[in-house]
C-alpha cells in the first residue's frame, strides 16, 4: 500500500494554497517554486481539483487558484480522491476475488485496515494542518535579556 505521488503533490499543493490563499488567489508557479513540484504536473494537478470543486480558477491579472471552500470543509481523503489515487491494502482492489476468485483469509483485515485509513483522511481537514503549521500566539517564543552586572 503506497500513496502515490499524484496523491502526496496534491494533498502538498493544497497546503500550500491555503497557507496563502488569504493574500488572494496564489498562481501555480508559486506554488511549485516554494514546493518543487513541476508546474507541468500542477497544472494536471488543479484540473482535477478544480472538476471536484475543490478549487476555483480566478481569471485575469492577479488569478491563479483559490479554495472553492473553507478550509475547514476540505479533508485529505477528497484531495487524494480528486487526484484520482487510491490507498488500497488489498491485493484484489477491494473486489473480493483474491483467493480463486473467493475473498483470501486476510481480505477482511486490510479492508478494515483501509476503512480505518479513510476515515483517519477524512478526519484531518486543511485547516487542521493549517494549525499545525502555524504557531499560536501562546506557543511564540519570549526572548528576555537578563542584565548582569
Known sequence: ???TTKGRFAVTAMIDLAMHAQNGA???NAISERQ???LCYLEQLFSKL???????SVRG????YILAAEASEINVAQIIAAAEDTLDATQCKSRANCHE????????LWENLNKTINDYLS??????????QRPSETTKHIVTFT???
Open 1 to 3: 500500500m503506497k500513496l
Open 26 to 28: 496564489v498562481k501555480l
Open 36 to 38: 518543487h513540484i513541476s
Open 50 to 56: 478544480r472538476r471536484a470543486h475543490l478549487v476555483e
Open 61 to 64: 491579472p492577479g488569478g491563479g
Open 101 to 108: 476468485g473467493a475473498p483470501c483469509l486476510t481480505h477482511d
Open 123 to 132: 478526519s484531518v481537514t486543511l485547516q487542521s494542518i493549517l494549525n499545525q
Open 147 to 149: 542584565h548582569i552586572d
